[in-house]
Every structure is written in C-alpha cells, then in structure tokens.
Nanobody, 114 residues
Framework: QAKLVESGGGLARAGGTLRLSCAAS????????ISWYRQAPGQERQLVAS????????YYADSVAGRFVISRDNVWNMLYLQMNNLKPEDTAVYYC???????WGQGTQVTVSS
C-alpha cells in the first residue's frame, strides 16, 4: 500500500527558506512521477510542482517558478521541495501526491509571516 509522509514545514519570515521532505513507501518510488500540492484556508488544493520518475523536466506553477525547486532521491525514496524567497501567500498546508496510486500524504503546515 502506497504511503507518503511529509515533514519540514514550520514558520518562516518573508524572504526566508524552508525545505519540505516527503518519505515514500509501499511502491516502487523510482518508477512514478510525484507532485507537491498546497491548500490555503478557504481555497482549493493546487498543484505547486511535479517531477517525472527520472527527475527530468520538472513543472512549476507560475506562482512559485524561480523560487521553489522540486527534487527526488530514488535511492532513499524521498521527494523534496526547496522553498526560497518565501512570501506570505505561500502559507498553506503542503501535500505530496502520487497520482498513479491516488495517494496523498497527511500534509505539513507552512506559515510565512510578513
């Protein structure tokens, strides 16, 4: 059974950095694309970034392009999201998502103060 567990969220100031991690288990991680989503209060969950199984051709939402970097480690079955130059509008719960298995993690809260 596919399982995803996020960590690394917290409180940061505008302009700061955070690094999110997602530990995957229960499936052959290196074979599938995987994504980061976020959901702010009162808003729909939205795609932030995604990465292919090999790590090539990452996709970024316009709102985070140039500030966030998605990466993966297929040896340790880990997904990462390096978040730089954070803005208050980045405040949300961040989730990793494996679409092939329709599996979400439990989410990790990111709060950015101005």
């Amino acid at each position: 059974q596919a399982k995803l567990v996020e960590s690394g969220g917290g409180l940061a100031r505008a302009g700061g950095t955070l690094r999110l991690s997602c530990a995957a288990s229960g499936f052959t991680f290196s074979s599938f694309a995987i994504s980061w989503y976020r959901q702010a209060p009162g808003q729909e969950r939205q795609l932030v970034a995604s990465i292919t199984n090999s790590g090539a051709n990452p996709y970024y939402a316009d709102s985070v392009a140039g500030r966030f970097v998605i990466s993966r480690d297929n040896v340790w079955n880990m997904l990462y999201l390096q978040m730089n130059n954070l803005k208050p509008e980045d405040t949300a719960v961040y989730y990793c998502y494996a679409s092939r298995f329709a599996t979400w993690g439990q989410g990790t809260q990111v709060t950015v103060s101005s």
